[in-house]
């Protein structure tokens, strides 16, 4: 996952010198926007956590040849259902994005340029929903590395093909954007073709074959409904947010993109890796009934996320500019968009921890089978993120969106912990909060150094390309050596787990 994440900020460094923050770059955001909305709605999001928990169970309680006619089934209804669904959003991209975007129509050829990006990349989305399946398959069988490394091939084909045809279209009248729009279509088919040989060492053996009166799959898709329902909550988030971007100044979809993937390495590394390890893990507790494992399970989860995101929102936030100058000010990529861009970050930063933790409490009621809450969280979330984008966004432009995203996040973690603690009647909440307090305590610590030393190191911060590098290294590791050993001195448990895990890998 780190590989994959470090990848994805080499791609994003890939379009901050290109395109910069305007134009191109914000009609590309937009159009991928709408297959991932897609990918998270009808596939990856929902498709993932349904499959992941029937195929556990018939992994648990049913014969092999059940199990394998059910991945085989569910591999072809959707690769089918999908690229239907995909050819529908090609026809009707001009629409969707009018919808989307409606002011970029103000911006001589850049609704154009979405909806041509937009027909390109919707194809993206059957790959990646295959890819979610296979990866379901293999985490449930107890293989982590391959699917996880798989997302840095979708990076690397973005990279490559993407840059090489991005230099090549121009010579035929193509703007370069477009090659950067392919070569998400050949990442996304690097991501799905290299986790077909683990598969097939699982013993899989395709069986093309399509039955809809399947019980699996009768299954997974009535598990689907609810959390297609939840998931859509939030893509209506993401439509309103963009939405609202696309009326600030230009360029502020691009801040946002920029900011937020930033943030979404410590949410990949942390929140979303836990999720997938999780998961498979829970699905089979419920499958033997064994509530007392879930809540340890859980419990742990989410110190160890506390644990790693807590200590990156204070770095993110005290260190937004520094990090976005050092990573994207460079090519059209310009000093007022480091100071956009940062601004942006910080108020990102502030949920952090609480997206993480949504990532991880939300498997927990897939595996229980109490669906409707994340469903009842996500769209409280809408209404809280109306009213704060609406209060705010006339004085503070794009920098309301992240804020009112940070908030709707602090408010699903605090519902959906309330609402778990007593659908599990009860879990070891007070070991849970003297956890968080050291964690915070350690935090707060390790902000007081970063907060002098960005001061005592300023001329280094804002000089030469190898100075800012220097400078940012330095201080990045010192609060983490400060924070591990303020962890150790209050001897948090989950610490000691990470780095026995760590120093074992490396062993091996």
Known sequence: ??????????????????????LAYDAFIVA???????????????????????????????????????????????????????????????????LLAPDFNLIAGKAELTEKLTMIMLPFLVLISLSAVIMGILNTKGHFFIPAIASSFFNLGSIIGGV??????????????????????????????????SLKKTGFTFLPHIRLSDPGLTRILKLMIPATIGLSATQINIFINTNFASSCAEGSVSWLNYAFRLVQLPIGLFGVALSIAMLPVLARHSANKDVASMKDTLVTSLNMVFCLTLPATAGLILLSEPIIRLIFEHGAFTPSDTLATAGTL?????????????????????ALDKTRYPVIASFLAI???????NLTIDRFQHLAIAFSTSCTM?????????????????FAILPLMRTFVKILTATVIMSCLLFWGSRFSNAWLTGTLFEQLVANIFLIL????????????????????????????LGR
């Open 410 to 426: 602090l408010l699903n973690f605090v519902f959906l912990t309330t609402v778990l603690y007593f659908k599990m009647e009860g």
């Open 164 to 197: 090489s045809l991005a230099v090549i279209l121009p010579q035929y009248g193509q703007p370069a954007i477009i090659g950067m729009a392919f070569g998400t279509l050949l990442g996304g088919m690097l991501q799905l073709g290299i986790q077909l040989p």
């Open 346 to 366: 910080s108020f990102y930063a502030i949920g952090l921890f609480a997206y993480s933790a949504n990532k991880v409490l939300v498997p927990a009621f897939y």
């Open 1 to 22: 996952m780190l590989c994959s994440r470090i990848l994805g900020l080499v791609r994003e460094q890939i379009f901050a010198g290109m395109f910069g923050a305007g």
């Open 478 to 505: 010192s609060a983490a050596l400060l924070y591990v050993f303020v962890l150790s001195f209050f001897k948090v448990q989950e610490l000691t787990d990470i780095i026995t895990k760590f120093r074992d890998r």
């Open 32 to 98: 991928f926007r709408i297959p991932n909305l897609l990918r998270d709605l009808f596939g990856e999001g929902a498709l993932s956590a349904a499959f992941v928990t029937v195929f556990a169970d018939y992994d648990t309680n049913r014969t092999k040849e059940e199990t394998w006619r059910l991945a085989s089934n569910v591999l072809c209804f959707f690769a089918i259902a999908l690229s239907l669904l995909s050819l529908a959003g090609i026809y009707l991209a001009g629409p969707i994005v009018s």
């Open 383 to 389: 209404l809280c993120n109306i009213s704060i984008i």
